[in-house]
Structure formats: C-alpha cells, structure tokens
C-alpha cells in the first residue's frame, strides 16, 4: 500500500514508545523501513515495558526521557520527520487519586511537547492520541466527533485539553497536527499488571490464570472494542496524509458487544476461569456511564480506514501471547 511505503527512511519520533500502542506501532515502523525513536519514562504501572520491543532494540533508537522535560523535548524532536504523540497518564481512576500528575502528564507536557515543535521543528507531522473518554456519558449513539465533550474524570478534561493544544497550534502556527481519539483497544503487549488502565487487560489475565471475571449488575453495558493492529494502522495513515491536518477523528469497533457476552468469550477461548455478576458497589453505580460506542464513519471517508480484525482472532492472539509472556508483564 502507498502509504505503507511512504515510511521507508523517514525518521520517525514515538512519544510513550515502551508502552502498548506506541510498541506495537514501533515496531510496525521497523518493519516498513523507517528510522524510529521510541521515548518512555518508564514511570512503574503506566504501562512502559522493554520487554514490549524485544527483538527489535538494536534496531531503534530508545530514549528513557519524561515527555515533562522541556530541555529533552527540544533536543529529541529536532530532525524528525513525523512524531505519534502516544505519551500520557491514562487511567482514569489514578486521575482522581492523584489529579496534579495527570495534569502534569496529559496537559502541561503537550504543550511543552508542542512548543519544542514549534521552535525547533516547525515542519514536523504529529498525530497525538486521544480518547473517546473526552466525550464523556453519551447524549446519543454511536458517539461521532461532533457530540458534546462533557468528560466525566480529571483524566478526560486533561485529555481533552491536551487535543485542543494540538489543534490551536496547527490553527495559530500552522503545525501539522491531527488526533484520533480511540475507544477500548486491545492486544499483546497491553498492561495486565493490574486493572486501573481499562479491563479487557484484566479480563485476560484473570482467565489466563484460571480467575473469576466479575461483572457489576447484568454484565449488559455495550463497548467496542479495536485490535491494536487496525489502531496502529489509522495512525499509520494519518502519519503521512497532510490533508488531516488540524483534524479529529474517532476509532471504533466493527461492532459493540455487550461485557458479559466479551467475558465469556474470553474464558471460552483460554479455556478456563468464570464469569460472575456482582452487584453495583454505590459508589460505581453512581458514575457508571453505560453503553458506549464510536462511530469511525469520519476517517473511513477520509483515509479508508475501518477496524479488520474479528474480535475472535483478536482476544485468541491476545490471549496466546500472555499465555506464553505473561511472566513479563506482572511482578512476580
């Protein structure tokens, strides 16, 4: 495919590189020829792992850096083609526990991010990660990217504004910006550690290790789900198409389905643990935000993009990969 091609020696800047997306991306980028820098903090449960590009280190270039570093932003982003802004705090519980950080992580390092650009790299494509979280509890669905943002946690404000720095630099100083705000995405390499970033890591671990997957109420709540190979491809495309500049646009899932139908699909593909239903603890119960789903209507018209791996392949790959990994992925 063109754009894959388009790759092939381009220098090529990874922010949250270590982690699940940016790893599995890192790593596509390898294979299609481009010269590839990965920076991670490596901050213990936010996901960053070596282990996620073994096989592949001598091949890219890593740096441990901490994207709130102004002075390392300025000198890493100098010389490079194309950057996927991938780094961030994105749990959304540890956001209300510790709401400075995520500030500091999700909101005030973008803009240092961006200033680098601006001052050292003007020319510099960037695609930054966001997150369906931004919108909130839905006012109707599918969720599609003119629904009101109305987040519900620190984590989705600071997101949120994290995106619109993006796009007010791309309006103010013409910077080559786009974001792709992603819904539940799943695959090898995601945390498993424990569950604050997301479920489907944590339902995969629970069966792999023969556990009860609990659900709150009747398990009915909708989501949808993409595989981390169709997500690294939508940045793949928007990486290299300059007529998405200043651009939002939504990933979804071919389909939503229901948790309950999700956690027995999982147990019967490892072939052990349960699923059991659980009342709602009040707390949870009060800032649960029910059915969620995106619509990917906007970038399949503009780039072709749409999720292609069945949810069955996927969790069956995901699932694979932690059977024979798992030991890398959680604190002995």
Known sequence: ?????????????????????????????????????????????????????????????????????????????????????LAGQVSHLDSMHDPFTDLEIN????????????????????????????????????????HIQAPTDVNGVNKLAGEWYHIVYHNAYGL??????????????????????????????????????????DGGQLRDLTYVDDVVDAFLRVGVNDSVNGAVFNLGGAAPISLLDLARQIVEIAGQGDVELIPWPEARKKIDIGDVYSSYARIQAALGWQPTTPLADGLH???????????NYVTP
């Open 1 to 85: 495919m063109e754009y894959l091609d388009s790759y092939a020696g381009r220098t090529v800047l990874i922010t949250g590189g270590l982690g699940f997306i940016g790893s599995n991306l890192a790593r596509r980028l390898v294979e299609l020829g481009a010269h590839v820098t990965v920076i991670d903090s490596l901050i213990p449960d936010y996901g960053g792992n070596l282990f996620n590009v073994d096989g592949y280190a001598d091949r890219l270039r890593i740096n441990i850096a901490d994207v709130r570093d102004p002075y390392s932003m300025r000198a890493l982003v100098k010389g490079q083609e194309i950057l996927f802004n």
């Open 107 to 146: 909101t005030r390092s973008q803009l240092s991010i961006l200033e680098a650009c601006r001052h050292e790299n003007p020319s510099i494509k960037v695609v930054y990660a966001g997150t369906r979280q931004q919108y909130g509890k839905p006012r109707y669905l599918p969720l599609d990217e003119e």
């Open 176 to 217: 080559r910006t786009t974001s792709l705000r992603l819904t539940n995405t799943y695959g090898p390499r995601q945390l498993v550690k424990h569950n604050r970033q997301g479920f489907i890591g944590w339902f995969i671990r629970l069966a792999i290790e023969g556990k009860t997957i609990q659900l709150y109420g």
């Open 317 to 327: 790959q995901m699932l694979t990969y932690y059977a024979r990994f798992l030991d």
